[in-house]
């Protein structure tokens, strides 16, 4: 192993001792959920205001119950250019936007607004509006990951409406590793973004839990059920049955949580880039992940004038 794929399986190991109660997929129950496509496809939400300043909280229906999400309009240069809607990794606190905080929407995106050529809007998954620890114990169930993803994609849907509703302009859809998993998951469901950047994600998501070293923060007994969660969870076909060339996915080659070789068939046909980095050492190389995003909104940009 290389110094990359090192740091995941020591960060991985870590968290699997600090998580020693509190494992995906813990509770007996857990494996009766339905498909998350099927569970994606019929969420649903309403938004109101795109450009105005402040967070604001969004149930999102869908048939596993109601989930509540949040969003917040970070920057708005105005209806002439792209909008950029962007979704955290798992167990980060995508609104704190503090000088010591720690989470991949300020890394990116707070202080370098003069290097996106878009409007930007975050967003927040259910269940990170609380620490890691009670995150987790969430996790417990299969159920509550499934309806966390659908949740986004139905936030992501109605946002991308509302804003197209104001703009008339395109949208651009990135998150990393979790949001990348929701980028993606949306592209499966709707496909009614203008451009997807996932980062560090793929479409086979079954994969992640039972043959990745992330299969340590699964509870002992879900291992028993290692098709159960490719059943529930993998939407390669979905994903796959989109004839549209608006993905730009980055991967990290020495990913050993998302990792390359198992995701990278998914995206046959598009136009992958990769990171020489694995997980953990890739989430951290800011420039890196900007410039990608960026790229992908500078081909969408409007001709404006600066």
């Known amino acids: 192993m290389n110094v990359h794929e090192v740091v995941d399986v020591g960060t991985v190991a870590l968290s699997s001792l600090l998580l020693r109660d509190a494992k995906f997929f813990a509770r007996s129950r857990s494996f009766e959920s339905p498909p998350i496509v099927d569970v994606a496809s019929a969420a649903t939400a309403s938004v109101d205001h795109v450009a105005r300043a402040g967070q604001r909280d969004v149930t999102v229906k869908t048939p596993i119950g109601d989930f509540e999400t949040a969003y917040v309009p ?42 996106l050529p878009a409007n930007i809007i975050a967003v927040r998954a259910p269940f990170h509006d609380r620490s890691r620890k009670a995150y987790a114990r969430a996790m417990g169930d299969l159920e509550n990951f499934v309806g966390m993803l659908a949740a986004s994609v139905g936030l ?16 651009v859809a990135s998150g990393i590793s979790l949001g990348g998993w929701a980028v993606n998951l949306h592209r499966a469901c709707f496909d009614s973004i203008d451009q997807y950047v996932p ?10 839990f039972v043959s990745s070293v992330y299969r340590r923060l699964v509870a ?15 939407f390669e076909a979905a994903f796959r049955a989109v004839d549209t060339a608006d993905c730009e996915p980055l991967l990290a080659r020495y990913d050993r949580i998302i990792e390359f070789d198992r995701q ?11 990171l020489e980095k694995g997980h953990v050492t890739g989430s951290l190389a800011a420039g890196a992940l900007r410039e990608h995003v960026v790229r992908s909104l500078t081909d969408l940009e409007p001709a404006v004038d600066r």
């Open 156 to 171: 992501l849907e109605a946002l991308a409406r509302r804003v197209r509703e104001r703009t008339g302009g395109p949208v």
């Open 74 to 115: 970070w920057r708005w240069r105005g209806p002439e250019y792209p909008t950029l809607l962007y979704h955290h990794g798992s167990g980060e606190r995508p609104f704190d936007f503090g000088r010591f905080s720690s989470n991949s929407f300020r890394r990116l995106f707070v202080g370098h607004e003069r290097e």
């Open 264 to 274: 990278r068939p998914g995206y046959e046909g598009l136009p992958l880039s990769v």
């Open 199 to 208: 980062i560090f994600a793929g479409a086979a998501l079954g994969e992640l």
């Open 220 to 234: 002992e007994p879900a291992h028993r059920h290692a098709e159960r969660l490719r059943d529930v969870l993998d």
